[in-house]
C-alpha cells in the first residue's frame, strides 16, 4: 500500500510539474497591460518594464516613457515582428526611456518608413530590422556601439545611413542586400569589416573605411556593382 501511494503522489507530482509552465505562462499572459496606440493595442508587461507584443492592426504606435505609472524600459524579441502577409505598422515613435530594443523586434515591418532609436540604445540587435524593405531613414544615437547581425539586411530603400564614431563593431551581413545604400562612413574604432556586411549593395558608390581597419573578411562588398574606388587604409 506504501508504494501505490508512493508511487500515485510522485505521478502526481509530475503531472503538476508538467503543467506548471503553461499555468504561468496564462497567468503571465493576464498580468499584460493594453496600451491603445493607432489601430489597436501593444502589450505592456509591467513587471519588467517590457513592450512584449502589439495587435497586427496597429497602424502608428507612439510608446510614452511611462504606462500606469511604470517606465517603459525595453521592447522584447520579435514584439514588433508579426507574420501578417501585409503589415501595416507605418510610424513608431520610441521612448526616451528604452534601454533596450530586442532581436528581430521589427523584422518585416515593410510599411515602416523611418525611425529614430532613442539615447539609451548602446547595441542594434541581431535582425532588428531585417527586412524592413520600406525603411528610408534611420537616425542612430550616439550612444551606439554595436550592429549586431543582419541589423539592417534587405532594408531595400534605405539609402544612407549615418554610423555614429563611437560604433566599434558592425557584424557580418549587417546591411547585406540594402540595394539603394549610395555610401557608407565606417567609424575610426571598427577594425573588421566582417562577412557579407555590404554584400548586395548594388548602388553603393562611395566607403569611406576606417584607418584603423586591418582586416577584410570574405564577400564584404560582393555584388557592389556600382562601386567605383575605395581607399584601403595602411592598416
Aim: hydrophobic share 40%; glycine share 6%; charged share 15%.
Amino acid at each position: 500500500d506504501f508504494m501505490k501511494r508512493l508511487t500515485s503522489l510522485l505521478l502526481i507530482l509530475c503531472l503538476v510539474l508538467l503543467l506548471l509552465p503553461a499555468t504561468l505562462a496564462v497567468a503571465a499572459e493576464s498580468d499584460l497591460v493594453p496600451y491603445a496606440v493607432e489601430g489597436g493595442n501593444i502589450y505592456f508587461d509591467p513587471t519588467t518594464g517590457t513592450v512584449v507584443s502589439c495587435d497586427e492592426t496597429v497602424t502608428r504606435a507612439v510608446i510614452p516613457s511611462q504606462i500606469g505609472g511604470i517606465a517603459v524600459k525595453a521592447l522584447r524579441q520579435s514584439s514588433f515582428w508579426l507574420l501578417s502577409e501585409t503589415p501595416v505598422l507605418e510610424s513608431v515613435v520610441l521612448p526616451d526611456s528604452l534601454e533596450s530594443i530586442g532581436s528581430e523586434c521589427f523584422r518585416g515591418q515593410s510599411a515602416l518608413t523611418e525611425i529614430t532609436i532613442p539615447s539609451g540604445i548602446t547595441t542594434i540587435e541581431f535582425g532588428t530590422f531585417q527586412a524592413c524593405t520600406g525603411l528610408k531613414t534611420v537616425s542612430l544615437p550616439t550612444t551606439l556601439r554595436t550592429i549586431e547581425y543582419m541589423a539592417f539586411a534587405f532594408c531595400a530603400k534605405l539609402e544612407q545611413i549615418q554610423i555614429p564614431e563611437r560604433v566599434m563593431k558592425i557584424d557580418d551581413h549587417a546591411f547585406a542586400n540594402c540595394s539603394s545604400l549610395v555610401s557608407i562612413h565606417i567609424p575610426d574604432k571598427v577594425e573588421y569589416i566582417r562577412e557579407s556586411t555590404f554584400s548586395g549593395c548594388s548602388s553603393l558608390v562611395s566607403v569611406r573605411l576606417s584607418p584603423n581597419t586591418y582586416l577584410i573578411e570574405d564577400n564584404a562588398f560582393l555584388g557592389c556593382s556600382s562601386l567605383t574606388s575605395i581607399a584601403l587604409p595602411e592598416s
